[in-house]
């Protein structure tokens, strides 16, 4: 089954999905997405789990984040968000940046999303 996934803010794409983000060290990261099948149902979210993992270029891994620890899915609303904190900016280097989320549904894992992490320069 393919998933599709929508960010908040408007287009579909089809997973597995290449979607680069944006970290600012004052502000941090907030992103959104509802998550539906290739039907455009929206998909159940119930006992599903999710991991994002950034590292830098060279693979060595940076921070990891998981639901209730920077990961949050809303259920009801078939939603997966990302909330990094300025506090992150610890752990992550100036610059470009991997990641890739995994989604974990009662179906089997999935890879959801991949791409870059641009990690801009503090103020």
């Known amino acids: 089954m393919t998933q599709q ?23 941090g990261l907030t992103e959104s997405f509802f998550l539906h099948d290739q039907e455009g149902r929206p998909l159940d979210l119930e006992g599903a789990s999710a991991e994002m993992r950034i590292s830098d270029q060279a693979g060595i891994p940076l921070l990891t ?3 209730g620890g920077g990961l949050t899915i809303e259920t009801g609303r078939s939603r997966l968000s ?3 904190g ?13 990641y890739e989320l995994n ?7 999935r890879p959801l999303l991949a791409g870059r992490l641009l990690v801009r320069e503090g103020a």
Do not use: C, H
């Open 86 to 98: 300025p506090s992150a900016a610890s752990g992550l280097r100036p610059g470009i940046q991997r």
């Open 82 to 84: 990302i909330g990094l």
């Open 103 to 109: 989604l974990a549904l009662r179906s089997g894992d």
């Open 65 to 67: 984040l998981t639901v």
């Open 5 to 27: 996934v929508r960010p908040a803010w408007g287009a579909t794409v089809s997973q597995p999905a290449t979607y680069d983000l944006v970290f600012d060290p004052e502000r």
